[in-house]
């Protein structure tokens, strides 16, 4: 089991900045697929960053790619997303995930079936 919890989201004015964290406990955390999805109102859940375990593959959504970095430091347990040049339609419940499988050669990663753990969320409101 990996238990997640996310922090450092809030209220912020459209092209400022935020850093998520997301701590993680439990089983060989370094060894897991991170992942962050955000969830607007009224909307289904939706893919942002992937980092493979290593470190060595990260994937994003056209629509945060060049604004938001997905970072991990596996000494602290704990995956980053920074947030520059936030946009009203940032405006969301971000999700960290994690999983143990394999990073697929496909686009597995880009649905919310393929992870096992979820976090709590955390709020990131942008106002314009």
């Known amino acids: 089991q990996v238990q997640l919890v996310e922090s450092g989201g809030g209220l912020v004015q459209a092209g400022g900045s935020l850093r998520l964290s997301c701590a993680a406990s439990?089983?060989?955390?370094?060894?897991?697929?991170m992942a962050w999805f955000r969830q607007p109102p009224g909307k289904e859940r939706a893919f942002v960053a992937v980092m493979s375990w290593s470190g060595g593959r990260t994937y994003y959504a056209d629509s945060v790619k060049g604004r938001f970095t997905i970072a991990r430091d596996n000494a602290k347990n704990t995956v980053y997303l920074q947030m520059n040049s936030l946009k009203p339609e940032d405006t969301a419940v971000y999700y960290c995930a994690a999983t143990g499988r394999p990073f697929p050669y496909g686009r597995e990663w880009y649905g919310v079936a393929y992870y096992d753990y979820w976090g709590q969320g955390t709020q990131v409101t942008v106002s314009s």
């Open positions: 439990g089983r060989t955390y370094s060894r897991y697929t």
